[in-house]
């Protein structure tokens, strides 16, 4: 593969990840932990940069995304991908794209309600960019992906050059502990979950070059890892500093979108608000090209479904579920997503310690690592109850005495290692007996 090819895969995997979700999280904790801002930031980034990395360099060494549950008994297999790409996909995620970039990229110069039109047209195009997977690169890396970095840099530049203001002191959550909330804060972009559906359009992408060795695309992806953690780093850094310094234009502010909002205005003026209006709808457009390929290399891969039938399906479902309300589809949808992140996270980190030898030919169903998945769900989904508030008040006690980690939503952490460990210790004592063989 060429250096350019590389780079180009490279910016094309920062933009599928860049949403508006992206831009808007990091100036509101910034602006929060205030003078503590770049302490937070780093926390910030081990877990939304960092999991979502590793995660692209664990399929990477995979060679081919579904790999990762190749191990697990069919249904659970399948329900897993099922459930991770439909809710990435028009469950969630992509009408929640499109709602993001009418509110923030349509709805500032526009006083009528045109959601209904801008979501068909978004979805339209989104669609004719999806249609040509081999041209991804070019539309997003090539093109898309420099003029939004541009816009970017720009936009983050005249932050440094000119701060609106100055960091303040930190609430008390990130006075205590700035790090550990950084944390937190990143675990929950969830971009991790992403990572496991983009998996599938950047191996292909990278298949599609002309590299086809699999030490060859564990290689590549790595790079591409690189290349993605390093340009959004410096993103979310930049977003930090802004929310840092934002505390003068946009003083409590309830969320980043309001925060960029004022500062892309009080250093553009109107310009501004052209300016993030443009990044806005790039980088929810980027999102929507890329989730809806994945979708559709999903189902063309492992049902055979033509994936001009199954992209233009989940588009038009997209485009209809974008004007049921942001809050109604957040509502139905969220609980899915907070349960299947420990779930990916599980069967990543179990990749590591836990080897397995499934084929296409042949399937070899892990005991273990199936053990890890059911023990990601069962916990994960005390997590997800606990962050919806919907765990009940006498169990409250008693998981936050008996479950480590349990107020950092994260209480599938721990049991999950102690899982993994164990099958490790068997595995070594009956080698023999590990695997159920299914021909």
């Not at 041209?135 to 992906?145: N, P, S």
């Amino acid at each position: 593969m060429k250096r350019k090819e590389l780079a180009a895969i490279g910016f094309m995997t920062f933009a599928l990840f860049l949403g508006a979700g992206n831009l808007i999280f990091p100036p509101l904790m910034a602006q929060q932990a205030g003078e503590n801002w770049l302490i937070a930031i780093a926390g910030f980034l081990l877990t939304a940069v960092g999991l979502p990395a590793l995660t692209l360099v664990v399929l990477g060494r995979l060679s081919s995304a579904d790999k990762l549950t190749a191990a697990l008994p069919k249904w659970m297999d399948r329900s897993f991908w099922f459930l991770v790409l439909t809710t990435l996909g028009p469950a969630f995620v992509l009408p929640r794209a499109v709602t993001v970039a009418y509110e923030m990229g349509i709805k500032p110069f526009y006083s009528g309600n045109g959601l209904m039109i801008f979501s068909a047209v978004f979805c339209a195009l989104t669609l004719v960019l999806a249609l040509k997977p081999g041209k991804l690169v070019d539309y997003i890396g090539k093109v898309m992906t420099p003029a939004l970095i541009a816009m970017l840099a720009l936009l983050a530049i005249s932050a440094v050059i000119n701060p609106l203001g100055t960091p303040t002191a930190a609430i008390e959550t990130y006075r205590q502990a700035p790090t550990v909330n950084g944390l937190i804060q990143g675990y929950m972009t969830l971009d991790a979950i992403a990572a496991v559906a983009f998996g599938w359009v950047i191996i292909q992408t990278i298949r599609n070059t002309g590299v086809k060795c699999n030490k060859a695309i564990s290689y590549y992806t790595l790079r591409i890892a690189l290349i993605y953690a390093f340009l959004m780093s410096l993103c979310y850094l930049a977003m930090g500093y802004l929310g840092a310094t934002s505390s003068d234009i946009a003083p409590q502010a309830t969320n980043g979108g309001e925060i960029l909002t004022r500062y892309a205005a009080g250093e553009f003026g109107t310009l501004g608000q052209l300016l993030l209006a443009t990044i806005t709808l790039m980088a929810c457009l980027t999102t929507t090209v890329g989730l809806t390929n994945a979708n559709g290399e999903y189902y063309k891969n492992t049902y055979g479904v033509k994936f001009k039938i199954s992209a233009t399906v989940i588009m038009v479902l997209t485009a209809i579920i974008s004007n049921v309300g942001l809050e109604t589809i957040i509502q139905v949808s969220l609980p899915a997503i907070l349960i299947l992140c420990p779930i990916s996270i599980s069967l990543i980190i179990s990749t590591f310690f836990i080897r397995t030898h499934s084929t296409a030919e042949q399937r070899h169903i892990s005991i273990s690592q199936t053990t890890v998945v059911i023990v990601a769900t069962l916990f994960g989904s005390i997590d997800a109850l606990n962050i919806l508030g919907k765990l009940p008040t006498t169990v409250i006690p008693f998981a936050e005495h008996w479950l480590p980690l349990f107020s950092s939503h994260a209480s599938w952490l721990v049991p999950v290692a102690i899982t993994i460990f164990i099958s490790k210790l068997c595995s070594r004592e009956y080698k023999n007996h590990d695997s159920v063989v299914i021909s």
